[in-house]
């Protein structure tokens, strides 16, 4: 293989990647109680807000949620084209193969669709990257983009190193070959997830972009000190403590709260809301195998934990809350 990306392996990766496993290892346990469409959605939702959020654009979490569901909001018009973008990129999060650079071209054209003219295209224009002190790195010459980038595919498709590792060299490399003339931070962060989830689906429900957000001037500092030392060390140091802080914030906000707290008669009708927000309690009671008394009990103490919400009375439905 003839292109290697520069970084050293250090021990402090080598114990992050460790406590990242073992607290994986935790969550898939309880995997089949933790992934459903309820989670899927609120951390999409959380992961679209960071990774916008990071770009300047402050739509939030209640406005994403309600253009996911089709509703309007108020924004302005490219804030509205950014959101649009970054939720139908993600919409083909399951299906983009991670080692092929043609399908990273398709989400940036999905992701810059009526904002950019030249969507799912290489720059042809020389760039500098911009700091709070100016231009922190000035990228390779447009010329290069091409073969920059097929090589770093081909060092991704080819390499046996730890997916771990490659995703946040990859997520390094691809902010400083900088190949678009914008939308590099989202496809970049997009597409580290991507092969997180390639390596472990859990990472369905893992907003790591929200981590990033809130460690934003972290993230930044960590792409300029790779950039000052010429490799992407404290960068991979850096995306793995991130990685491990989302997997612990799902384990503990989840994990822990609903695999401990919640019997499995109470997962099971949470799941049954979650398939039909107006199912009858009689309903309930022939899925779950008790009786309707049970089913009744188990609703109220669903609600006085504050995850069940009845709106709307006899004719009403329910909503699964935090």
Not at 24 to 41: A, G, S
Not at 260 to 280: D, G, P
Request: charged residues 30%; glycine residues 8%.
């Amino acid at each position: 293989m003839s292109y290697k990306p520069p970084y050293t392996i250090t021990s402090k990766m080598v114990n992050l990647i460790s406590a990242i496993s073992e607290e994986l290892t935790k969550i898939e346990y309880n995997k089949k109680d933790i992934v459903t469409p309820r989670l899927r959605k609120k951390n999409r939702v959380k992961t679209l807000a960071g990774t916008l959020e990071i770009e300047g654009n402050y739509m939030g979490e209640e406005k994403i949620t309600a253009m996911l569901d089709g509703k309007k909001v108020l924004g302005t018009y490219e804030e509205i084209l950014e959101v649009e973008g970054a939720i139908n990129s993600y919409k083909e999060f399951e299906n983009y193969r991670y080692d092929n650079l043609d399908d990273l071209l398709k989400a940036h054209k999905i992701l810059m669709k009526d904002i950019l003219t030249t969507a799912g295209k290489f720059r042809s224009i020389n760039v500098g990257v911009g700091s709070k002190e100016g231009v922190s790195h000035v990228a390779p010459p447009c010329g290069l983009v091409p073969n920059l980038m097929t090589d770093l595919f081909y060092w991704l498709k080819n390499s046996d190193e730890h997916m771990l590792i490659k995703s946040c060299v990859f997520h390094y490399e691809f902010e400083f070959i900088h190949p678009f003339s914008d939308g590099n931070g989202r496809i970049g962060r997009l597409w580290q997830s991507v092969m997180l989830y390639d390596w472990k689906d859990v990472f369905v429900v893992m907003p790591t972009e929200s981590i990033v957000r809130d460690n934003q001037d972290k993230y930044y500092e960590a792409l300029e000190d790779s950039g000052s030392l010429g490799e992407s060390t404290p960068f991979i140091e850096f995306m793995l403590e991130v990685i491990l802080n989302t997997i612990l914030k799902v384990g503990n906000k989840v994990g822990n709260k609903v695999g401990n707290t919640l019997t499995e008669n109470q997962l099971k009708i949470i799941e049954s809301i979650e398939n039909n927000s107006k199912i009858s309690a009689v309903k309930l009671s022939q899925i779950v195998g008790i009786s309707k008394r049970k089913i009744e009990e188990n609703l109220a103490k669903l609600k006085e934990l504050n995850i069940l919400e009845r709106v709307g009375g006899t004719r009403g439905h329910w909503e699964v809350k935090e």
